[in-house]
């Protein structure tokens, strides 16, 4: 075989783009990885944009990846080390209370439970609703999702199968994918500090307030998840999230696969309505008879393929995959700690291990997200810190910290026009940081410097059309068979030879790997 011609060719190497590449190249695939950065990893990756820091750019925390691909990979012995946080999360309250969620159930309780004793009463019972409906969903993140419209065998019997997993929670689980998370967290919690805190499940990464209805499942997906067995726990990984991917990236090379960097792809090449090569923005190419991308569906059909190869049908439907935004990440260099009000201290401790949430109401939500509806970056943003550098300490220099801020909501295109300048950036910041002194009055003070990322900068840096993490939001018609479309929720596309394997399809998004792993098998299945 030409040293430029493979078996396969994967476009991107973002983690679901590098566990394809990992499961072909395990299959004896002669695999090439393109990737447009120079470094691997997406937007899972470390990056030092600080000197002497490891700073986990976009993805901060994990729970998600599939612990069959954690085994497949020997994950653990390249590096892979899961740092489960305790407590969990930590709300600060203005009035000096605050709440904490440990892994000792008793202790949480007890923290609910100096708001109100019904609400610490019920949690033991909602917790484990979302752990029965988890172990009736969970075989779906690891095979294709049924298709009811389908007369193929194989959907038949999975569409059997699922359903007579649904029918014990069939009630459950169509309000966990109808409802907003308002709605299903009223159902169950009177005191608004554990309302709110629960709410931000339910719309983090999602271009929606918590009465937005679909908001439920956002939720739900966030606790689909475990570590250390426990469901629903968030860890760092040692070393930050680039760990993961460098693990995977170092597989595929042990199995004699290639990865290219600075590899911008231009075209996705195609005769007769056969992928036929992959040309680079710099003019070279490779060919392949199967080419996998780990872009987003729009990014991939609407900017790499030529639409006379496209019906006018099937370009319509991919431009209507919404894929809206809110995000900003901002990654802040400090030389100590926030002392809260609420727990003074700056020094580690345990109000500094988990997320940090600094919001007190639902309706702070909901007046956060209209604001961005309207086009107007929210004026008292909802803020979650994270500071892994406390747990693990191979990420910051000495006496220093790296704090991790997922801020919501900036939307992508400003009701003004303009767009997002340095300025309107250290704005945001600024709004952000005011919230986070409200709540830790030295914050100002220990900040030495900060990375912000507006969902137009997620775009530019990683390729995420619409700044949107997910590769396309997680609403009821763009999940399962209709994730992305009807037309490419299995894995192939309209173009022989080109698959869709990144987080736009199922199961969606999130460091998971499931749709990595998916359409590697798919492809598989198919043959070279």
């Given amino acids: 075989m030409p040293a430029d011609t493979f078996d396969a060719i994967v476009i991107g190497a973002g983690h679901n783009g590098l566990i394809s590449a990992g499961y072909l190249v395990r299959a004896g695939w002669k695999v090439l990885v393109l990737e447009r950065r120079d470094v691997v990893g997406g937007a899972c990756v470390t990056e030092e944009i600080f000197p002497g820091y490891k700073v986990s750019t976009a993805a901060y925390v994990n729970s998600l990846l599939r612990p069959e691909i954690i085994e497949d990979f020997d994950l653990k012995r390249r590096g892979y080390e899961l740092l489960v946080r305790n407590p969990s999360s930590f709300s600060p309250l203005r009035d000096g209370r605050h709440q904490m969620f440990w892994a000792d159930q008793k202790k949480t309780y007890d923290e609910i439970a100096k ?34 419209t389908s007369n193929k065998l194989g959907d038949l019997w999975r569409l059997l199968r699922t359903g007579m997993r649904f029918r014990s929670e069939v009630e459950s689980i169509v309000r966990l994918f109808s409802m907003s998370a308002a709605d299903y967290i009223e159902r169950w919690f009177e005191s608004e500090p554990l309302k709110a805190r629960l709410a931000t499940d339910g719309v983090i990464g999602a271009w929606a307030g918590p009465r937005t209805p679909g908001t439920a499942y956002v939720l739900f997906h966030h606790v689909m998840g475990q570590a250390d067995g426990q469901r629903g726990v968030w860890g760092y990984i040692r070393g930050g999230m680039g760990t993961i991917t460098r693990g995977l990236a170092d597989f595929v090379t042990e199995h004699g696969g290639k990865i290219i960097t600075n590899a911008d792809v231009s075209l996705i090449d195609v005769k007769a309505d056969r992928v036929q090569k992959v040309v680079l923005a710099d003019g070279r190419e490779f060919k392949a008879r199967v080419v996998l991308s780990n872009l987003d569906p729009r990014r991939t059909f609407l900017k790499l393929i030529d639409p006379k190869y496209l019906s006018e049908k099937f370009i319509r439907d991919v431009e209507g995959i919404r894929c809206r935004s809110g995000v900003v990440k901002i990654n802040v260099a400090t030389h100590g700690l926030p002392s809260f009000s609420a727990m003074p201290g700056d020094t580690a401790g345990p109000q500094h291990r988990g997320t940090i949430h600094f919001t007190e109401t639902m309706e702070e939500i909901d007046v956060a997200f209209e604001e961005a509806r309207r086009g107007y970056p929210s004026t008292r943003p909802i803020v979650e810190m994270c500071i892994p550098s406390v747990v693990d300490e191979t990420l910051a220099p000495p006496g220093k910290h790296f704090v991790s801020l997922f801020v919501q909501y900036a939307p992508y295109t400003r009701a003004d026009g303009q767009a997002w300048t340095k300025q309107h950036k250290d704005d945001f910041v600024k709004s952000a940081f005011n919230v986070i002194s409200e709540y830790a009055p030295n914050w100002n003070d220990i900040v030495d410097d900060y990375l912000v990322l507006t969902p137009v900068d997620l775009e530019e840096r990683f390729g995420m059309t619409g700044g949107n993490i997910f590769h396309g939001e997680m609403t009821l018609d763009q999940l399962a068979f209709l994730r992305p479309t009807h037309s490419l929720s299995k894995y192939s596309t309209p173009i022989d030879g080109l698959y869709l394997c990144g987080s736009g399809v199922h199961p969606g998004g999130g460091v998971m790997g499931s749709p990595g792993y998916l359409a590697a098998h798919h492809v598989l299945r198919r043959g070279r």
């Fill in 115 to 148: 708001f109100s004793r019904q609400d610490a009463e019920r949690y033991g019972e909602y917790e484990a609703e979302l752990e029965r409906i988890a172990t009736i969903m969970e075989p779906m993140l690891m095979e294709p999702a049924p298709d009811p």
